[in-house]
């Protein structure tokens, strides 16, 4: 480990000792289910070192370590993005700090647009695999042989699984399908959009891919699920804007908070 991993790890263990299963980074809108952690403590990123403070709106920028379910969870509540600093390994510090305090799975989330009408604003998408689309790589500088990091199967089988019997669970169907990460922050074209369809995506969105790679580089297993909050650009009568974004991911997070309850029931009791 190259960053601040072990000493945040410490940090959050003298404010609540003991081990953790699943961590989670919650992208926009989504944060809220950190305040529904039981026996929780909140630490501000600015108290852990090497954890980026969040630009954006909608963001929160604290880690959470509590219950969820009775398991014991990890929240990042709010990530940082690569085009907030340029930097494409911004939240290695973050991802290494969960795997520091025994997470050996990760769930991400994000709001994405999606490239199927039948994915409509206001549901969920598991993602089972990406594109990255940026050209960018966290593990761009990294020396060891590790590097050579096999992405045949970045999106756990077994937690997709896992994530299809919650939403059953809930009576609902969960789509799926390929996340494609372009590095924003302007939306994509039109343009961009049809090829982004014909090049075999289902959603696009500005983050996750990075954490993705950082965490499968740690040995963690993943899951992803997006929160679809517009139809991709020139699929929708009217412009994508952040306000969107963020007003259409706060419908979805009711559903979005049974389906993460849900998955931690499966993948610790399932
Ligand atoms: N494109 C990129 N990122 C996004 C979108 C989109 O359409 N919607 C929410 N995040």
New binding site residues.
């Given amino acids: 480990m190259s960053s601040y991993g072990n000493d945040c790890a410490e940090i959050v263990r003298a404010a609540r000792p003991g081990s953790y299963r699943i961590g989670m980074i919650l992208g926009s809108g989504l944060g809220e289910l950190a305040g529904e952690m039981e026996n929780a403590v909140r630490i501000p990123y600015s108290k852990l070192p090497g954890f980026p403070v969040s630009t954006v709106s909608s963001h929160g920028s604290e880690l959470v370590a509590g219950e969820l379910e009775g398991v014991p969870v990890v929240i990042l509540s709010g990530r940082a993005h690569y085009y907030e600093s340029g930097n494409p390994s911004i939240m290695r510090t973050p991802v290494e700090t969960l795997k520091t305090l025994g997470c050996e799975i990760l769930l991400a989330t994000n ?3 999606s490239l199927r009408e039948e994915v409509q604003p206001g549901s969920p998408m598991l993602i089972t695999d990406h594109i990255n689309w940026s050209g960018l790589n966290p593990l761009i500088g990294e020396e060891d042989e590790k590097r050579f990091l096999d992405m045949t199967a970045a999106y756990d089988k077994d937690l997709q699984a896992a994530m299809h019997r919650a939403a059953k669970a809930d009576g609902h169907a969960l789509a799926e399908g390929v996340y494609m990460w ?1 590095s ?1 922050p302007s ?2 074209t039109p343009a961009e959009i049809r090829m982004a369809r014909i090049l075999g995506a289902d959603a ?3 983050s996750t891919v990075p954490e993705v790679i950082l965490a499968r580089f740690l040995g963690m297993r993943v899951a992803a699920m997006s929160i679809i ?2 139809l ?2 020139g699929m929708q009568a009217h412009g ?1 804007s952040h306000d969107e ?1 963020k007003s259409v991911a706060k419908l979805g997070l009711a559903r979005m908070k049974k389906l993460v309850r849900g998955f931690v029931k499966e993948v610790s009791h399932g």
């Fill in positions: 709001a994405a647009g372009f924003g939306f994509e696009v969105g500005m909050t517009n991709g650009a994508l974004t």
